[in-house]
């Protein structure tokens, strides 16, 4: 990240909530100083096009990104899904893994996540699977928040299986020892005991997969009598330091658990869409009082702005109504409140304005969550530098490529 001055002046920005012109950003180490609108042309580099701040992903398995266009090949259930996802796992090493996702946060930065929180399960060798994947945020630029998932049980206390193996520390107080203090998570309450969910009170921030399928809730309320959400709200684990993941299946009740303790749910549209897991009542739980944020999970798609459509499209084939979230909203979700204003951090992410998906569509939010796509990012700031422009676009691809056969064998490759 960049610790020197720059100024930048955009073309169109959106400050304040509104769209705004020539707008001059002044930054000294990686933070905004200055915001001047109007501002006149001078001799600094000019972003054309429409600029946001830079847009969150809440969610992240880096190593899943080797599974686009593989497992949606035939029929099939989140199941049998995760039986590839588990073929992965099993094949990958900490180099193969660094260079995996190296490329996958790559593709993240390009297309205008300028922070990611990586749900990092995959801990045999520890730590080096770990050290690989801050490695490979630094070096693709992308802010990255690790956060080391606990994964004790195969499902409600049944040892691990095969590569679950490779997740395990065996019990959650061993995680706890290894992991020491800093961001964590519990996979989900399939895979953390319930008389081993203690360990994680008070930690801050906490990510939990939550009733992403209906089989997770008929099983915990087969094992403990309550659901998945009730479950953490009764053992203290839910709360504004804690996010949940996917929230789909939910009861009446657990919107108001999580809305009443203002716990953060993380919705993933496109895994959901593509998993066939459901749609989540996202705009219920935030009516409720829950935060919302988006993220890319298991990469079938590296789009922000496909995310956050993603919410308002999902809503209307549920309610066959339009309409329930504007883009000014939406754009918040993605950005997690992030503004382009003094103090804040110097992420920004531009949006060609005059490509065939944007041309003509106003050139404000809506632009930038009901037309444009990844494709149409043209630079990335970071910290006040630019980390991406839509020339390194080729470039990762073929980086993409070259990790895929890493990881797997030529004729394998082709035969699955």
Same mark, same amino acid.
């Given at each position: 990240?960049?610790?020197?001055?720059?100024?930048?002046?955009?073309?169109?920005?959106?400050?304040?909530?509104?769209?705004?012109?020539?707008?001059?950003?002044?930054?000294?180490?990686?933070?905004?100083?200055?915001?001047?609108?109007?501002?006149?042309?001078?001799?600094?580099?000019?972003?054309?096009?429409?600029?946001?701040?830079?847009?969150?992903?809440?969610?992240?398995?880096?190593?899943?990104?080797?599974?686009?266009?593989?497992?949606?090949?035939?029929?099939?259930?989140?199941?049998?899904?995760?039986?590839?996802?588990?073929?992965?796992?099993?094949?990958?090493?900490?180099?193969?893994?660094?260079?995996?996702?190296?490329?996958?946060?790559?593709?993240?930065?390009?297309?205008?996540?300028?922070?990611?929180?990586?749900?990092?399960?995959?801990?045999?060798?520890?730590?080096?699977?770990?050290?690989?994947?801050?490695?490979?945020?630094?070096?693709?630029?992308?802010?990255?928040?690790?956060?080391?998932?606990?994964?004790?049980?195969?499902?409600?206390?049944?040892?691990?299986?095969?590569?679950?193996?490779?997740?395990?520390?065996?019990?959650?107080?061993?995680?706890?020892?290894?992991?020491?203090?800093?961001?964590?998570?519990?996979?989900?309450?399939?895979?953390?005991?319930?008389?081993?969910?203690?360990?994680?009170?008070?930690?801050?921030?906490?990510?939990?997969?939550?009733?992403?399928?209906?089989?997770?809730?008929?099983?915990?309320?087969? /094992?403990? @009598?309550?659901? &998945?959400? !009730?479950? +953490?709200? $009764?053992? =203290?684990?839910?709360?504004?330091?804690?996010?949940?993941? %996917?929230?789909?299946?939910?009861?009446?009740?657990?919107?108001?658990?999580?809305?009443?303790?203002?716990?953060?749910?993380?919705?993933?549209?496109?895994?959901?869409?593509?998993? /066939?897991? @459901?749609?989540? &009542?996202? !705009?219920? +739980?935030? $009516?409720? =009082?829950?935060?919302?944020?988006?993220?890319?999970?298991? %990469?079938?798609?590296?789009?922000?702005?496909?995310?956050?459509?993603?919410?308002?499209?999902?809503?209307?084939?549920?309610?066959?109504?339009?309409?329930?979230?504007?883009?000014?909203?939406?754009?918040?979700?993605?950005? !997690?409140?992030?503004?382009?204003?003094?103090?804040?951090?110097?992420?920004?992410?531009?949006?060609?304005?005059?490509?065939?998906?944007?041309?003509?569509?106003?050139?404000?939010?809506?632009?930038?969550?009901?037309?444009?796509?990844?494709?149409?990012?043209?630079?990335?700031?970071?910290?006040?530098?630019?980390?991406?422009?839509?020339?390194?676009?080729?470039?990762?691809?073929?980086?993409?490529?070259?990790?895929?056969?890493?990881?797997?064998?030529?004729?394998?490759?082709?035969?699955?």
């Amino acid at each position: 990240m960049s610790r020197s001055s720059s100024s930048y002046l955009l073309e169109r920005a959106w400050v304040d909530g509104a769209v705004r012109d020539d707008v001059l950003v002044e930054i000294a180490d990686g933070r905004i100083t200055a915001v001047t609108p109007a501002a006149p042309a001078g001799d600094v580099p000019n972003l054309a096009g429409l600029t946001v701040p830079g847009l969150v992903n809440d969610h992240s398995h880096a190593f899943h990104r080797a599974l686009r266009g593989r497992t949606q090949r035939g029929r099939g259930t989140f199941w049998t899904w995760r039986e590839q996802m588990y073929a992965v796992a099993e094949r990958l090493t900490p180099d193969s893994y660094f260079v995996l996702a190296r490329a996958t946060f790559r593709e993240m930065v390009a297309a205008g996540y300028t922070s990611v929180s990586e749900f990092h399960y995959l801990h045999d060798p520890e730590p080096a699977t770990g050290e690989a994947l801050r490695h490979a945020a630094e070096e693709a630029g992308i802010r990255l928040t690790l956060l080391d998932a606990c994964y004790v049980s195969s499902g409600f206390g049944a040892p691990p299986e095969g590569v679950q193996r490779r997740f395990t520390d065996g019990t959650a107080q061993r995680w706890a020892e290894r992991v020491g203090d800093g961001p964590a998570a519990i996979h989900s309450v399939r895979a953390v005991p319930r008389d081993q969910l203690h360990v994680f009170r008070g930690r801050a921030p906490l990510h939990v997969h939550l009733s992403e399928q209906q089989q997770e809730n008929d099983a915990c309320l087969a /094992a403990y @009598g309550v659901t &998945p959400t !009730r479950l +953490l709200h $009764d053992e =203290g684990l839910l709360g504004p330091g804690t996010t949940v993941v %996917h929230a789909t299946h939910l009861t009446d009740d657990d919107i108001a658990l999580l809305g009443n303790t203002r716990t953060n749910v993380c919705i993933t549209p496109t895994t959901e869409r593509d998993l /066939a897991d @459901g749609i989540g &009542p996202a !705009r219920r +739980l935030a $009516d409720a =009082g829950c935060p919302i944020s988006v993220g890319s999970d298991s %990469h079938a798609v590296v789009d922000p702005f496909e995310e956050l459509r993603g919410l308002e499209m999902d809503e209307r084939l549920a309610t066959q109504e339009r309409g329930h979230w504007s883009a000014a909203e939406l754009l918040s979700i993605g950005t !997690r409140g992030a503004r382009i204003a003094v103090g804040e951090p110097a992420d920004l992410v531009t949006i060609d304005t005059r490509s065939t998906r944007t041309a003509g569509t106003g050139s404000d939010e809506n632009t930038a969550v009901f037309a444009a796509t990844a494709a149409d990012v043209t630079h990335v700031v970071i910290g006040g530098s630019v980390v991406a422009t839509g020339d390194d676009r080729a470039e990762i691809g073929r980086e993409l490529e070259a990790a895929m056969e890493a990881l797997w064998e030529k004729a394998l490759w082709q035969a699955r």
